[in-house]
């Protein structure tokens, strides 16, 4: 079922400083700033060549990530995303295998513009995973 | 001088069952578990498209992993681990920029007999990042 991992998400309490010493330091590319109010967070993307890391800073005052980043102030690995080919059939074998998939079960847009889901951590020995359907 | 991400590592407190549940409720597939006494871990590989996912568990009294998981006791993401092509190249360059490589900043052989290195969380935003040249 799963797929390619589609991105590994990394959320920082300052964008500009962590995309800088990804560039600067890490001698990696990284884009612009983008800024997604509908999932309360500004992301860039470091673009690797076999995959890709989102950097994520809260933005809003109901950031997703706020909560994690009171937790772990420095930042730190937020969750990972898969690809799969079909997010409903996913989300059914999930359940059925007993484990909780997070909101109302229904996929929302992602930042790629593509359904995503996430499962619950506790049911994934403390992993956020993301699935998105390509 | 980042290349491709050469895995994702996750500990986890209980290997087989974390196997199974890459194997059986994602639908992964997973290699047999392999003793790294010499890392004071237990590693199984969940092989992706494009990269691949760590899961360890500790081995033996003095574990890397073993702070970690008295700080997450269900696991969580430990670290990413990225392709170099010169190590020692990448070393002296993240220390020049002021980045702490960690240990006596001489590269050890890791779990697929490849020299590696391990720079300090602080430095990046919380994140633990393993250098591996290929």
Redesign the interface.
């Known amino acids: 079922?799963?797929?390619?991992?589609n991105h590994?998400a990394?959320a920082?309490?300052d964008l500009a400083?962590?995309a800088e010493?990804?560039r600067?330091?890490?001698?990696?590319t990284v884009t612009s700033p983008q800024a997604l109010p509908e999932h309360g967070v500004t992301v860039v993307f470091?673009t690797?060549?076999?995959?890709k890391?989102e950097?994520l800073e809260p933005l809003g005052d109901q950031s997703p990530i706020a909560a994690f980043l009171a937790k772990?102030p420095?930042?730190?690995?937020h969750h990972?995303c898969?690809e799969v080919e079909d997010i409903l059939a996913a989300r059914d074998?999930?359940r059925q295998?007993g484990?909780r998939v997070l909101g109302d079960g229904n996929p929302k847009i992602g930042a790629h513009g593509k359904p995503v889901l996430f499962l619950h951590?506790?049911?994934?020995?403390?992993?956020l995973?993301e699935l998105e359907e390509v």
Request: cysteine-free.
């Open positions: 079922m799963l797929g390619r991992v590994v990394i920082v309490p400083s962590a010493s990804y600067a330091t890490l001698g990696a470091v690797l060549p076999n995959t890391v950097l772990n420095d930042g730190g690995m990972i898969y074998r999930l295998a484990a951590p506790k049911d994934f020995h403390g992993t995973i």
